[in-house]
């Protein structure tokens, strides 16, 4: 097993396909891309993916305070209320003091059902945030990629201008910098698309889970309220 985990090792070291390197097992159309429409594209997409990193970054923060609480600060103050609740029925000598006890086990149940519920929402919630921070983070990398091959294309260019260079060479270069933006543009398409449903998702089970934790609290509090009224 050892000496299997060593090969794979070296065979990894000694893979040619990392990094910038990927792009030269691309496949891509001949057909050469409009240098301006390209670079409006990527730039528009940079400071689209800087401004979603923030605010995943953000969003995922919350959802980890708020994880928090429920199952810290908001589990301990209900359980503080149950026990007042519960004070007041053995204080009262009364009719309604089983159903004033009742309503601080009521109180104590909602308090746990806070403490249970991020694992049904706020945690699968943010998983996927903490997913998409790692996707987020690899973006500048891949945009300075293509920057960096078009800001190439653009100095060979002036110099076939001045007579330096063979156009064969800048045609060359011309094309390996195409390669790279056709695969950064259908990333960033892929990406485009995925994210909008993925998002949708996320959401959605979200708000199903946060509509089925009130529910319960709200018929726990009916079921102590109807105590009142028989």
């Not at 589990?75 to 149950?82: G, I, P, Q, W």
């Not at 519920?117 to 919630?125: A, C, M, S």
């Amino acid at each position: 097993m050892k000496k299997c985990g060593k090969l794979e090792k070296r065979r990894a070291e000694r893979d040619e396909l990392v990094g910038a390197s990927y792009f030269h097992a691309i496949k891509a159309p001949d057909t050469p891309l409009d240098p301006y429409q390209v670079d409006t594209q990527v730039e528009n997409f940079s400071k689209f993916s800087a401004k979603m990193d923030n605010t995943v970054k953000q969003m995922h923060g919350t959802a980890q305070e708020l994880c928090k609480k429920y199952s810290g600060s908001y589990k301990r103050e209900f359980s503080k209320l149950a026990s007042t609740f519960k004070e007041l029925g053995d204080t009262f000598e009364m009719e309604t003091s089983p159903s004033i006890k009742v309503t601080g086990n009521t109180y104590e149940e909602i308090g746990n059902l806070y403490g249970d519920q991020p694992r049904n929402d706020l945690e699968p919630f943010g998983d996927i945030l903490h997913e998409y921070k790692g996707i987020l983070a690899s973006w500048p990398e891949i945009v300075q990629i293509q920057k960096g091959a078009t800001q190439k294309k653009k100095e060979h260019q002036k110099l076939m201008e001045e007579g330096k260079l063979p156009a064969e060479s800048v045609m060359a270069i011309a094309r390996r910098t195409d390669i790279i933006s056709y695969a950064v543009l259908a990333e960033i398409t892929h990406f485009q698309q995925e994210q909008v449903g993925e998002f949708k998702n996320m959401i959605q089970d979200f708000l199903q889970e946060q509509v089925k934790f009130y529910l319960k609290i709200a018929e726990k509090l009916q079921c102590a309220l109807d105590l009142y009224n028989t």
